[in-house]
């Protein structure tokens, strides 16, 4: 699969280790992406970029807003950005290039089509684009008449291929036919942040509005189900930060909020905290992840630090960011569990 301009050498094993503590690339930048192949013990910027002239570039000025794998090669990975458009790795992230006719856009959402790997949506303000060239040439397949909205979800449902998007106006959308037509399934009054499709019945979707806590779908009706009764002993539990399926186990949910971790076996129905560190209140958690393998590897990070849980949150490990950002977003390999990917973010001046 070749996206944009593809290169033809590869560049690889730069990245610069990390032992811990606040840290900065030899660029003078601390941003992108980084990894670790350890659990979080040891990370690495991996933000290389090689250029037509042979001499390796780098992203590591940029902030990063999403993280995503190819579904059917998790050797191919997609890095949304700030302003800078999208990037792509086919070496988990050893060397990274741009989709340059997508343009220095905001990206906050991805699809591939596992079907069809070439066939990819991005969220892109407010507009869905889409390539079927693996981003050679990209397509507006929706558009929002007012400029401020942004396409802030986006997912596949594995079982049809339909797509579902949130916006930050609070509509749920859904396309049938790979984003030719979209009709809205429903509307919240509130931004939607996260919509989340289970890995073991794609009738259970959750979707997160960003102040006001969790939704899940009722199967056969267009209607969402809030869950916030559900949660109403759990102060602050309507303040979402990330959400994530279990890929081991049926019905387990993760989800972090403004109280802290809590898990639901049961697709939502019944909750129940994880013990951290740090007080609920003060956790500040921007982004969550769990082994897919292992539901006892528990990984949280801040704006700070770094946790990781490695017996279902008995016992904590703290670990201060490879970066002077905050992080931001935290995905796992899917195939290789002890790899992880973190985007880093700056922190907004209030």
């Keep these: 699969m070749i996206l944009g301009l593809a290169l033809v050498f590869v560049l690889s094993g730069c990245g610069i280790s990390v032992q811990g503590g606040n840290s900065k690339t030899a660029s003078g930048n601390d941003g992108g992406i980084f990894r670790t192949d350890n659990k979080g013990a040891n990370w690495a910027s991996k933000s290389l970029m090689p250029t037509i002239s042979g001499r390796a570039g780098s992203f590591a000025s940029v902030d990063g807003n999403m993280i995503y794998f190819d579904p059917t090669d998790s050797k191919t990975i997609y890095f949304g950005t700030v302003g800078e458009g999208l990037l792509y790795s086919y070496d988990r992230g050893d060397t990274w290039q741009r989709s340059t006719a997508l343009g220095r856009v905001t990206v906050r959402g991805l699809v591939v089509d596992p079907q069809f790997r070439c066939t990819i949506y991005a969220a892109v303000d407010n507009k869905i684009m889409k390539t079927v060239d693996c981003g050679r040439a990209w397509v507006q397949v929706y558009y929002d008449n007012d400029v401020a909205l942004k396409i802030s979800a986006l997912v596949m449902n594995p079982s049809d291929k339909s797509l579902v998007a949130g916006t930050?106006?609070?509509?749920?959308?859904?396309?049938?036919?790979?984003?030719?037509?979209?009709?809205?399934i429903t509307r919240l009054k509130d931004k939607i942040a996260e919509v989340k499709i289970s890995p073991f019945d794609s009738k259970v979707m959750l979707v997160a509005g960003e102040k006001t806590g969790l939704y899940r779908s009722v199967v056969g009706s267009s209607t969402l189900e809030s869950l916030a009764d559900k949660m109403k002993t759990f102060v602050k539990a309507n303040n979402f930060k990330d959400l994530t399926f279990s890929g081991s186990t049926s019905g387990l949910v993760f989800l972090a909020n403004g109280y802290g971790i809590l898990k639901s076996p049961d697709n939502g129905t019944t909750w129940s905290k994880i013990n951290l560190l740090t007080p609920d209140a003060n956790a500040t958690i921007n982004?969550?992840?769990?082994?897919?393998?292992?539901?006892?590897?528990?990984?949280y990070v801040t704006n700070t630090t770094f946790y990781r849980s490695l017996d279902g949150g008995t016992n904590w490990t703290s670990k201060k960011l490879p970066s002077n950002r905050a992080g931001a977003v935290l995905m796992m390999d899917p195939d290789q569990p002890a790899t992880i990917y973190m985007a880093v973010k700056q922190l907004q001046k209030k």
């Design 287 to 299: 982004a969550l992840a769990v082994n897919p393998k292992n539901d006892n590897e528990i990984y």
């Design 168 to 184: 930050s106006r609070g509509e749920i959308m859904k396309s049938l036919d790979r984003g030719d037509s979209w009709r809205v």
